[in-house]
């Protein structure tokens, strides 16, 4: 057929007038999208190839080749893949077919009006027209002896001719760049080392090879082999530019430990092995693949406003995006890795991530996959978990407040320090130590390890030969708050007001003794209540003591100090609450306190209800005012 010039679908137009004035900063992404035509071309021939025998897929490698032309200005895109005839250069490239750009098409006002909206649409081939003004397309089908030369300027028409191809089935895309002024920076793409740079963001993981032919400098030699001064001339290398190797699309089988840990380094940009790799393969409703690590040390940034988590993000082994943050639960933000879906489309953008039902069942898969890995390394790798557990235990421990679905399992996954472990035990494990006679899980958070042990707070319970455990991550507070009970026990702070520490007889004998001291302390009670008003609520008398003279206990309702003072250094507004201060009625400071003056008592109210403030932890508000009064009453005795 003769030579014929044909008009654009007005559609198909308007996208080509959005593209050819587009603002939009990306444009790099046209080479994305041409790549991964020539990569879809070639894995359609290969179907074809088997499946029907009419024609012999010749011996020639399947690959995609850049050839840039700096003097020209051209960047040709060559593929030998399957190749497109007449008709279907016309309904691919001069109508609307797919989804896409439908929807394009019905944002373009948007697009107009911001252009950066491109990137979340993208269109694949009509992308190129942001870089070029104009087009030349050389097809050929494969089977078919005859070519198709297709070419636009994107101005309403295109040519289209029959022009046999000399390379057989396969297709030739050659861009003629436009100019653009220097403050546009937008890139040229007929550089070398832009188009490697280009191919190893968004398509190394291609299967096909991409081919450039790469010019390199090498030293001149004399006739004796010798290297000649400051002489040098071009060698032209045939260089194929992505590594191809998508690790994550390979059996985990036949992956060396080595293959994974180079592959982290080099896509994850740490140093050091990865602490544990998890590589999956999803089957039915979703289709995808996952290779995640967990790193071996915090980034440096980890616990800033800064840090970038999330998986990146492949479609069909094309780079999408990094740090997808919503592939995955935040309390997951130090996993590291990729996950590759032959479900989504290339187009996502991040805005689409959030709404996606398919991104959402993703999600919930990636989540229950990892805390049953973590469950079996729990179990069978004590070791290395108890590693994880120190350096990411704290972040894993905010989905139990954070992932209602989630919660019990990530409970299981605790590790605590407790009284009577050096190291770390599970829940469970505590549980199997309890005595008989204990009816509850008993915990203790605040700063340091060692100032918990010294905790007047727990004598009373390890005197009973109950076990403590001691918390000291910021999260504890919110954690401990929502912990489920476990094997019908309820977890408790040893601060709470009504640990139900006795059994019947003990219980009884500590009241009548009570009863006894309330009766001689009354007065002293009374008057440490008055003179503490301000303070504290209620001064009553304390059976769990034993060392200290004083302590405060919480109510079921109440806020923990710790929490209150995390609350204050987040910036927020915490309501003035007045606690309960217990005293010890055997304690000698106690006994000795009823022997002195009115006038003197109230100084040592003072002094035990600031100690009692430093046995939980807390600040004392006037620390000076604390240690004058101290030193009178040293130096009187
Ligand atoms: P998409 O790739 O998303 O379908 P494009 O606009 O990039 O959209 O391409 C439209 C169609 O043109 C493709 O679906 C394919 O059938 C055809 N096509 C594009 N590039 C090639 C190529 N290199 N070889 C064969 N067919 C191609």
């Known amino acids: 057929m003769a030579k014929e010039t044909l008009s654009f679908q007005a ?313 997808a943050e919503e592939l995955l639960p935040t309390y997951f933000r130090f996993i590291k890795g990729i996950v590759d879906s032959s479900d989504l489309s290339l187009n996502v953008s991040r805005e689409i991530l959030q709404q996606d039902r398919q991104v959402s069942a993703i999600r919930k898969a990636l989540t229950s996959k990892i805390l049953s890995y973590l469950k079996d390394e729990l179990k069978d790798n004590r070791e290395a978990y108890e590693k994880f557990w120190k350096t990411f235990g704290a972040t894993l421990k905010e989905g139990i407040p954070g992932d209602h679905s989630n919660k019990e399992k990530i409970e299981k996954l605790c590790l605590f320090r407790s009284t009577k472990q050096d190291g770390f035990t599970t829940i469970e494990e505590y549980i199997s130590r309890m005595p008989e006679t204990q009816k509850e899980i008993y915990f203790l958070t605040g700063d340091h390890i060692d100032q918990l042990k010294n905790s007047p707070y727990i004598e009373a319970i390890e005197e009973k030969g109950y076990e403590v455990i001691l918390l000291t991550d910021a999260v504890d507070e919110w954690v401990m708050g929502v912990f489920s009970d476990q094997d019908g026990k309820k977890l408790k702070s040893v601060t709470a007001n009504d640990l139900e520490l006795d059994s019947e007889e003990e219980k009884k004998a500590k009241e009548d003794k009570l009863k006894e001291d309330e009766k001689k302390y009354e007065k002293l009670t009374s008057m440490m209540q008055k003179a503490l008003e301000t303070n504290v609520s209620t001064v009553k008398l304390s059976s769990r003591l034993k060392s200290a003279p004083v302590c405060f206990v919480a109510g079921e309702q109440e806020m923990s100090a710790r929490m209150e003072r995390m609350m204050e250094a987040m910036g927020q507004k915490v309501p003035v609450s007045k606690r309960t201060l217990e005293i010890n009625p055997d304690h000698p400071v106690i006994e000795k306190m009823m022997q002195i003056p009115e006038s003197e008592q109230e100084t040592w109210a003072e002094i035990l209800y600031n100690q009692a403030l430093l046995n939980e932890g807390s600040p004392i508000k006037d620390p000076v005012r604390f240690s004058q009064k101290l030193t009178q009453l040293m130096s009187k005795n």
């Open 11 to 323: 559609e198909v137009q308007q996208i080509l007038d959005l593209m050819i004035h587009s603002l939009y900063s990306h444009k790099e992404i046209f080479l994305r999208e041409l790549i991964s035509n020539g990569s879809d071309a070639l894995d359609k021939l290969r179907f074809e190839a088997k499946t029907n025998s009419q024609w012999k897929l010749s011996d020639e490698e399947s690959s995609i080749r850049l050839t840039p032309n700096s003097d020209k200005k051209t960047l040709t895109i060559e593929d030998n893949g399957i190749g497109m005839n007449r008709e279907e250069v016309q309904k691919n490239i001069g109508t609307i077919a797919h989804s896409g750009t439908k929807a394009f098409l019905e944002n373009a006002q948007k697009i107009k009006e911001n252009p950066e909206l491109i990137g979340q649409f993208g269109v694949g081939f009509y992308s190129a027209f942001m870089v070029a003004d104009k087009i030349t397309l050389h097809t050929q089908r494969a089977g078919s002896s005859e070519g198709v030369l297709w070419e636009s300027t994107g101005n309403g028409e295109y040519t289209i001719s029959d022009v046999p191809r000399a390379g057989g089935h396969g297709t030739t895309i050659t861009l003629h760049l436009k100019e653009f002024a220097a403050e546009e920076e937008v890139q040229d793409f007929t550089q070398e080392w832009v188009l490697k740079g280009l191919v190893k963001k968004y398509s190394d993981f291609i299967e096909y090879p991409i081919r450039m032919q790469v010019t390199r400098q090498e030293p001149v030699r004399d006739e004796e082999g010798k290297v000649k001064d400051n002489e040098y001339q071009d060698v032209i290398d045939d260089q194929i530019l992505n590594s191809r190797k998508a690790l994550w699309l390979q059996n985990p089988k036949e992956i060396k430990e080595d293959e994974y840990n180079q592959f982290y380094k080099d896509i994850c940009h740490d140093w050091t092995d990865p602490l544990k790799t998890i590589h999956f393969r999803a089957e039915g409703m979703q289709e995808f693949s996952a290779l995640m690590f967990i790193p071996s040390q915090k980034p440096f940034d980890f616990n800033s406003q800064e840090h970038k988590w999330g998986l990146s993000l492949y479609v069909k082994r094309v780079f999408i995006m990094d740090n």
